[in-house]
């Protein structure tokens, strides 16, 4: 296990990780497919030993975990040994002809050091999918899981050094003071995946170095709906993506917009979807997740204070059990305070219904918030589909579906604005993690450069004339 407790072996770990990445060690192809083969292999033979980690963390199942943990990170690593020489081969760009005979290309080089910071709720997924791309660009790379699933952290220190190249990744444990500690190093990239207030406190300790960030955040995720046909159906795939690992995911709905006449009818079909799905006492059903500490339960709880609950609520504190719950909000513009929980980021099994006159007023409410990580439209109207997509601006739009675009390799998945800044997965990780070096050429024979060097004659100036028609 790698136990870095102080200022001082973080010190070590980060120089360790630069001296071996100056040594050129991490830039061969052979180096990078053969990290990605190791990590699948951890991924592989420590299955269960992950799988129980993350139940004893946030009570997230087997099964949860090998589709939106484990399963995700195979799937990206596959992807990108499938494609690794292509997306990493240099291109040949072709120059203008007023500047041949010359050759132009660019070729991809690592970063060098980069630090991901990653959170607890998806601890194994959004630490190793980074370290994905990281890797198949060539870097070296110090991790950060998060402090709030130990069991999940204490997990990955010992095993990422156990497969991967010890030198070049490095696991830090700990909390706040270890993070901070991190930020006083020099990084040639810094990957967060969390909150909007941390984000702040990482872009100003990067600035300190001019190193480039990735930001992963989220925010408040809008969904509207319409489609009285599927209605049913859609409340199926509303209750999936809200209420998976309780409603802790950066892309589930934060609330839906509809119009007054379909709100009962919606949550009168939400209502049966949970049953549906996780029964009549989501207590008892293993494939429910729990709140990961009392902090965010408590957080969560007093958001329920006088709201107007009509399906769930039920809660323990004890076992930091909070029901799926549906709440009806106040309609915009009423005469009383907006509620708290359509202030902040719910990040929990909590879904409000906020009634709106119709689609022109959805996405008025919609642009006058911080732009969404993710926007939902469950819509049989073409018209509809296409009003939110192109008057509103979010990191990614789902049609009839929460949740897909993040999982997508050959899709980016980012944030704008208060969302977050950057994208990665697939080829666009290896664009994140490394440089496109432009490298020209211009050969001596035929050397047309004289042209554009004093003295500029009488024929010279016409040719730079005609150069610049």
Known sequence: MTDIASGTTIAAAVAAARDHFDSGA??????????????????????PLIE????????????????????????????TLRNLNRWTKPRRVALPLSLQPASGR????????????????????????PLVGALAAGNSVILKP???????????????????????????EGGVAETT?????????????????????????????????????????????????????????????????????CVAPDYILTTPDRVEPLTAALGRAITDMLGDDPAQNPDYGRIVNDRHYARLAALLDGADIVTGGQRDASSRYLAPTIVHAPAPGANQTEPDYMREEIFGPILPIVPVNDVDAAIEYTTARDKPLALYVFSASVTT?????????????????????????????????????GAYHGQYSIDAFSHRKTIVRKPHMVDTLHFAQPPFTPAKRNIAAKTVK
């Open 26 to 47: 991490t830039r061969p192809l052979a180096w990078r497919r053969h990290q990605l083969e190791q990590l699948a292999r951890l991924l592989r033979e420590n299955g």
């Open 181 to 249: 500690e991190l930020l006083t190093h020099r990084f040639d990239h810094i990957f967060y995946t969390g909150n909007g207030a941390v984000a702040r406190v990482i872009s100003r300790a990067a600035a300190e170095h001019l190193t480039p960030v990735t930001l992963e955040l989220g925010g408040k995720s809008p969904a509207w709906f319409d489609d009285d046909a599927h209605l049913d159906q859609v409340a199926r795939r509303i209750v999936w993506g809200k209420f998976m690992n309780a409603g802790q995911t």
């Open 106 to 129: 660019l070729v991809r080089e690592p970063l060098g050091v980069v630090l991901i910071i990653a959170p607890w709720n998806y601890p194994v997924q959004l630490l190793l999918a």
């Open 52 to 79: 129980r980690s993350l139940w004893q963390d946030l009570h997230k199942s087997a099964t949860e975990t090998q589709l939106a943990e484990t399963g995700v990170v195979r799937g990206e690593i596959t992807h």
């Open 146 to 172: 998060s402090e709030l699933t130990p069991t999940v952290s204490s997990t990955l220190a010992e095993l990422v050094p156990r497969y991967l190249d010890a030198q070049a990744v490095h696991v830090v």
């Open 385 to 421: 589909r296409a009003a939110f997509i192109s008057r509103t601006s979010s990191g990614g739009v789902g049609l009839d579906t929460p949740m897909l675009q993040a999982g997508i390799p050959d899709l980016p998945f980012g944030g704008v604005g208060a969302s977050g800044m």
